[in-house]
């Protein structure tokens, strides 16, 4: 059998303090099943990473230099 999570200190609990208790329990319940956010710095390596790769495909001189695209020879 588990320990109980919350156990009775003072059984003379005021409505102020039991009311206390469940605005603080309810708080925890409430974060706790919030989604979590998400990483905005992968969000932003990711667009950052995808823009250079982009811009490679823009560029011919590489493969010119590679030889693997012939120069075209003006007549």
């Keep these: 059998m588990t ?3 919350l156990r009775v200190v003072n059984p003379d609990a005021t409505d102020e303090e039991v009311a206390a208790i469940l605005a603080a ?3 925890l319940q409430a974060t706790a099943a919030a989604p979590a956010a998400p990483d905005e710095s992968l969000h932003e390596w990711v667009r ?3 823009l250079s790769a982009r811009r490679s495909g823009l560029q011919r001189g ?3 230099l590679s ?3 012939g120069r075209r020879n003006r007549a």
């Design 3 to 5: 320990q109980p999570t």
């Design 67 to 69: 030889g693997r695209i």
């Design 48 to 50: 950052s990473a995808r």
């Design 25 to 27: 329990v309810s708080s």
């Design 62 to 64: 590489p493969w010119r």
